[in-house]
């Protein structure tokens, strides 16, 4: 379809039925076959939507008046969600509706980009009655209006701040102590940092919180070294917020949009919080990846030790084990577990969680998956479970090959993106590898992201 073609124009105002919904949870409206993304939008509802946008494939509406609205279609109860806040994208959704348009998401995927048009996906395992206040940790902008402070999240496709005193998806202790430390910094005058003229000090606030040991980590990341008043702000957070085992400091200078810079300093406190999941107790720092929904994460590690089917004598390689969450998990019921990890920092946090929970039957080595395990398999450490987590951007091709020449009898894929899920269950399908099903799980509740697991065994033969 060339431009000329296209059935809409710009700023025209239309009639749509949507159809679908995106990946990141736009109604798709098509008009003479040419699709038509429009936040808001639900399937199966009508509506008057304004073109924004018109490129040669697809275009872009704003929802201007519903005229048939869906079933599954609630109230957002949040007073900014409606205002833009990026924060979420689907609490006009019910939850039943979201669970469900996570299952089809991770079912169409699989088909489309992985040609695996038999594998069950199994319904999402949701967090209940009660799908709010989850976030374990929460990292937000700082900007200033009239003057003072204000915190908050990006505007859906900006970077303004949309002003918020409180988020019904952040737990409340961290949500109450970003307040607190807001109140403070505007106390003693803090500037906020200004992106366009890299000039002011404070960059983000954030609040790592234990839920289930009730400590509190407060993050500054700050545009230099400098931070006036340090001492007495240090001492108000202190007296302010009664949960709190540390202040860290870090410093971003750099013009970017990654929130933490290279330089990390506790500026009060601990160097760490603690918390558990299920038995297992962890070590938290302030750079540390550490799951942000303590409850769902023990559905997600339970489903991974589920689909590892360990009896006690079984060798398990973590190919992405990170601070040892999944690792220490597995050692629970395994002979021996090794971690394997590229970032040497959470490799020492790795052993020292292991060392906080008594563990030695798991080793933890530093370098690239795709190196460091067959450098194993030369030292005579054959796997019978080999588990991934990667990030977004799927596993390394050099690492999914080496699986498929290792041949364990099973593999356990945590993704926290259909998309590449996708991709690598096809790769090691074609490389011998039966794909037995995958579980969704909701990890991040009026958002659009989804985890699963995958469980692959090793075809006979083999």
């Known amino acids: 379809m060339t431009k000329a073609n296209v059935p809409v124009s710009k700023n025209e105002i239309i009639e749509v039925e949507f159809t679908d919904l995106t990946h990141d949870g736009a109604g798709v409206a098509k008009v003479d076959g040419f699709p038509l993304f429009v936040p808001n939008g639900l399937p199966g509802e009508k509506a008057q939507v304004k073109v924004v946008g018109v490129k040669k494939g697809y275009g872009f509406g704003r929802l201007m008046e519903l005229t048939e609205a869906s079933g599954q279609r609630v109230d957002p109860p949040c007073p900014v969600y409606k205002r833009g806040c990026g924060g979420c994208q689907l609490q006009h959704l019910s939850y039943e509706g979201q669970l469900e348009f996570k299952r089809k998401q991770v079912e169409d995927v699989l088909q489309r980009i992985g040609k695996l048009d038999n594998v069950p996906v199994l319904p999402t395992l949701g967090m209940g009655d009660e799908p709010w206040r989850y976030r374990n940790k929460a990292q937000v902008p700082v900007g200033e209006r009239e003057g003072q402070l204000i915190t908050g999240f990006f505007r859906r496709g900006s970077h303004e701040i949309v002003e918020m005193d409180t988020c019904i998806i952040t737990g409340d ?65 202190v007296q302010t917020i009664p949960q709190v085992k540390s202040v860290v400091q870090n410093v971003n200078t750099r013009r970017t949009n990654v929130i933490f810079g290279d330089e990390t300093k506790v500026i009060w406190g601990s160097e760490y919080i603690y918390d558990y999941i299920g038995d297992i107790k962890f070590a938290i720092s302030a750079r540390s990846f550490y799951q942000i929904n303590p409850q769902q994460t023990k559905v997600l590690y339970d489903q991974a030790l589920k689909y590892a089917e360990l009896t006690g004598d079984e060798t398990v390689i973590d190919a992405y084990c990170g601070i040892g969450t999944i690792s220490l998990f597995l050692a629970q019921k395994a002979k021996k577990v090794y971690g394997v990890e590229i970032v040497p920092e959470a490799i020492e946090d790795a052993r020292r969680n292991a060392e906080l929970n008594g563990m030695d039957n798991a080793e933890f080595a530093v370098g690239e998956s795709e190196v460091v395990i067959p450098r194993w398999k030369e030292q005579g450490i054959t796997p019978d479970v080999i588990v ?56 991040f509740p009026q958002t659009t992201h989804v985890e699963c697991v995958a469980q692959l065994i090793v075809k006979e033969g083999n």
């Open 173 to 237: 202790t961290a949500d109450e102590a970003i307040q607190a430390v807001k109140d403070i910094l505007n106390k003693y005058g803090i500037s906020p940092y200004e992106e366009k003229r890299h000039k002011g000090i404070i960059r983000h606030v954030i609040a790592r919180f234990g839920k289930t040991t009730n400590e509190l980590m407060i993050v500054l990341v700050t545009n230099g070294k400098d931070l006036p008043n340090r001492k007495k702000i240090v001492d108000d957070i």
């Open 388 to 443: 991934v987590d990667p990030p977004r951007k799927g596993c390394d091709e050099a690492l999914l090959q080496t699986i498929i020449e290792m041949k364990p009898k099973r593999v356990v894929y945590v993704s926290c993106n259909p998309s590449t899920l996708a991709r690598d269950l096809r790769i090691l399908e074609d490389g011998g590898f039966k794909t037995v099903e995958v579980q969704p799980v909701d990890m």
